[in-house]
């Protein structure tokens, strides 16, 4: 399973950005794909996750009503559109696969991860 993320940058609070993860490999039929990302000093930490099957998404409160994940499901990809970013949001994002298609939260229980990509936002 390979999972590459792109979209990163740096942008003014209040802005946006569109991050996409595109996955390979395998089936991911019955998957869960997460965002997570790690600020300087901090714990990597979750951000959304949607389950491939169904669409059906959840969030961190940090982001809820910002933030919405989606999924193309005949591309393969995943992505997190990013809306009225601020400063505390800025750190390396993730996205990662759970092979077992729960709910979850901690990155111990995902499986697979891909490169990190950087968003900063600056006040």
């Known amino acids: 399973v390979q999972l590459q993320a792109s979209g990163g940058g740096v942008v003014q609070a209040g802005g946006s950005l569109r991050l996409s993860c595109v996955a390979a490999?395998?089936?991911?039929?019955?998957?869960?794909m997460g965002w997570f990302r790690q600020a300087p000093g901090k714990e990597r930490e979750f951000v959304s996750g949607?389950?491939?099957?169904?669409?059906?998404?959840y969030y961190a409160d940090s982001v809820k009503g910002r933030f919405t994940i989606s999924r193309d499901y005949a591309k393969n990809m995943v992505y997190l559109q990013m809306n009225s970013l601020k400063p505390e949001d800025t750190a390396v994002y993730y996205c990662?696969?759970?092979?077992?298609?729960?709910?979850?939260?901690?990155?111990?229980?995902?499986?697979?991860w891909g490169q990190g990509t950087q968003v900063t936002v600056s006040s």
């Open positions: 990662a696969a759970d092979r077992s298609g729960n709910y979850y939260r901690r990155p111990t229980e995902f499986d697979y």
């Open positions: 490999g395998r089936t991911f039929s019955t998957y869960t």
């Open positions: 949607i389950r491939w099957s169904g669409g059906s998404t």
